[in-house]
């Protein structure tokens, strides 16, 4: 069983920092004591309190839970597959598919914003880490921003695509959440679910939600190109004979 | 702070950034665009939804052929004025909801139809006038405090929440407030219409909207003794109609530049150079002062790389300004603070860029913008990185100054976020206000030689694209490795060349 760790073995001690609607005062500090007791904490202590404006306080608060986890008994899957060279990757296909793969990758539903995904396919890619344009055995469409769960589909079907990877940068409101279980529902009531290996990235997304949310693999910040080419080769079914 | 730069090569950059210019500006003087015409009815004060919500001047605009439109929407509802004499609103209103058709009027002089245009436009330039020398005299009875000025974005979704957030974040230090936009505006081809309460990604601007925080951050202002800007953003595909609201509402400045939209929202070239050019006409007369959109450069590619292409963007966004009749004062150019952290020296090469700026258009009031692509989940990296990008600004005397925001990589600000935030940027500037007075660069050291290579390398880009022309280096890839077709895009559709008696009435009151 784990705790979180301040300066000694499960003392529980976790920082939280948080705003409450009242002007200041002595009552507001202590609005906030009470509030992180009722979360659950002991031993609160309210290390600062103060105005932000007319009408809002801020608080940074200390405080030990008695909640603990066992860390043993998790399971948790993970897509990161060992670090592979666009070399390799590209050898790992040649050798395996014997075909370029194609791979589609949009930002869906009203999302401008495609910095996520230009990083992974465009040509320069990210950090260094070229993007999948420039891999030989990729043949890569990027078909942008703002692009809707249907059209996508119906790309999918029509170039007949191996690898799908779906974009959301904005996250407002679980907006992305409700994009990406679209495109789901979708190709799975075209039937072509099974056809593709299906991706997801986006600031905050993680393999567990992609997992929950029906992809085969989902990308989060700092995601480097050659991570989503090996995982897109190493899940490649071989070819056939 | 002063460094040595090469004052022959700065010389050598405007000349070539004239030149670059020359062609963009023909192109634009034979040329218009269905929101150019659209912006034109709603200055004149056509404003409202008819069916399906589509706006009125949407409605207009597309009632008439292609011949048509060619001598511009200003004669046929002209004419139609005459006729009927109506308001402009009102004939607006009736034109949308089926009452009356353009064509049915044109039996009535153009002479005639001229004046009542001429009419209906003068009073929205006075309106635009009055509300410039409302904006000077408050600024005048409630100064600002010294720059750099702090820049703080509200995105609710929801205009009334942004009201508080924007009320609150002015309470703790901020001067500028930006709404954000819900995202992926940029790309409709008409402006939506009333209060916005659910938005993604940040809030519609709307004319109704923009009134909503005005009133609240006026009110603001009073109490506060000192005057809070308001901003928006003037890009994608209405870029003129978006000025002639905000002149109307007195905003204070504009998100305005002449490439972004083409390269990092696919938006047609021809589009956007004639639409930048109406827009900043507009601004040049309400006194907004614009923002350019250089930072996005360095949000997509490598920040040391791209530093000359950020220098030859500003020359070019200075010129295509100046084109339009904006004075130094009124172009905000922009450069941002996303030098990889792990980078050593990173420090000195942002201090490098900023003053290269600084020094190159000393009358721009430079906008910095915060770190976003290196931000993390690490709030307590990210506040020490933005508390760096503070001090660079206020080191190099930049003056309009978005603030960053610890949570940047996570969510929308929360209203906490936003007052340590400002509170980052208070200290720090507080603390260094004069530090930039007192220390002089080594001559010939890493600042110094940084800025010099920087400038020689914007040289030779601007050189390039002077010699192939604008368009064909956007079309061959040469800014942000973005390539986009002169005929490509979205809204190219709604550029049409102009006929030998096209009219737009406000072109001569604005020149």
Known sequence: MIKPYGDTLDDGKVQLSFTLPVPWSEAADE???????????????VAEGRAIAENFSFFVVYAATPQSIDFESLAVPSVKTHKMSMEEIDALLEERVGRRVRVAGACIGTDAHTVG????????????????????????????????????VRFTKEKKIDALLASQVVTQKGSDVKNFTALVELLEADGLRDNVILCCGGPRMTSLLATELGYDAGFGR???????????????PHRAG | MQIQIDLNAVARCRKSAAAIADPV???????????????????????GVGPNDTPVPNVIVESLDAAELAAGVAIPFGRAL?????????????????????????????????????????????????????????????????????YMIVASGNIYEDRTAAVAAAEAGAQIIAVIRSTGQSLLDFVPYGPTTEG????????????????????????????????????????????????????????????????????????????????????????????????????TADAVEQAPAVLASQFINEELAHRAGMPGRQIGLGDAYEIDPNLED???????????????????????????????????????????????????????????????????????????????????MRTARHFGDDVIPKPGGRIERRAADV?????????????????????????????????????????????????????ELLS
Not at chain 2, 371 to 381: A, E, Q, R, S, V
Request: hydrophobic share 45%.
């Open chain 1, 117 to 152: 995904i230009d990083a992974i396919l465009n040509m320069k890619g990210y950090q260094g880490d070229y993007g999948l344009e420039r891999y030989k055995m990729f043949e890569t469409f990027n078909l942008g921003s703002q692009v809707s769960v249907e059209d996508l």
């Open chain 2, 455 to 507: 400038l020689s390398e914007c040289e030779v880009l601007l050189e390039r694209v002077a010699a192939r022309g604008l368009m064909a280096s956007i079309k061959a890839g040469v800014f942000a490795d973005v390539k986009r077709s002169p005929d490509g895009g979205r809204g190219f559709d709604g550029v049409f060349e102009r006929a030998p008696d096209y009219w737009n009435p406000f072109e």
């Open chain 2, 25 to 47: 500006q023909a192109f634009v003087e034979r040329h218009s665009t269905v929101s150019v015409e659209r912006s034109i009815l709603r200055l004149l004060g056509v404003d």
């Open chain 1, 31 to 45: 609005a906030a004591r009470q509030l992180v007791v009722k979360m659950g904490f002991a031993d609160v202590q």
């Open chain 2, 346 to 428: 990173g420090f000195l090469f942002e201090v490098a860029q900023a003053q290269l700026a600084r020094q190159i258009f000393p009358d721009s009031p430079l906008k910095y913008m915060p770190p976003t692509k290196h931000m993390t989940g690490d709030i307590f990296k990210g506040h020490l990185i933005d508390a760096m990008f503070n001090l660079t600004s206020v080191m190099t005397g930049q003056t309009i100054h978005l603030c960053g925001i610890l949570t940047e990589a996570i969510h929308t600000p929360f209203l906490g976020d936003r007052a340590l935030s400002l509170e980052n940027a208070r200290y720090v």
């Open chain 2, 82 to 150: 005459v006729e009927t004499g109506l308001e402009p609103r009102e004939l607006g209103e009736r034109l949308a909801n089926g009452g009356a058709v353009l064509a049915q009027f044109k039996s009535v002089s153009q002479e005639a139809a001229r004046r009542a245009i001429i009419a209906s436009a003068r009073a929205a330039f006075d309106r635009i006038l009055a509300r410039r020398g409302e904006r000077n005299d408050l600024m005048h009875e409630r100064p600002q405090l010294p720059p750099p000025l702090l």
């Open chain 2, 200 to 299: 993604f990604g940040g809030t519609y601007a709307t004319q109704a909207n923009f009134a909503i925080v005005r009133e609240a951050l006026d009110e603001a202002s009073r109490r506060l003794g000192r005057y809070v800007m308001l901003t928006n953003y003037a890009s994608g595909l209405c870029m003129p109609e978006i000025a002639a609201m905000a002149a109307l509402e007195r905003l204070d400045m504009l998100l305005n530049d002449s490439m972004y939209g083409i390269l990092f929202r696919d938006i047609n070239m021809k589009r956007t150079f004639v639409d930048q050019h109406f827009s900043r006409k507009l601004n040049a007369a309400s006194g907004i002062i614009i923002n350019t959109g250089e930072d996005n450069y360095l949000t």
């Open chain 1, 222 to 236: 700092g995601t480097l190109p050659s991570e989503v080419a090996a995982f897109i080769a190493t899940r490649m």
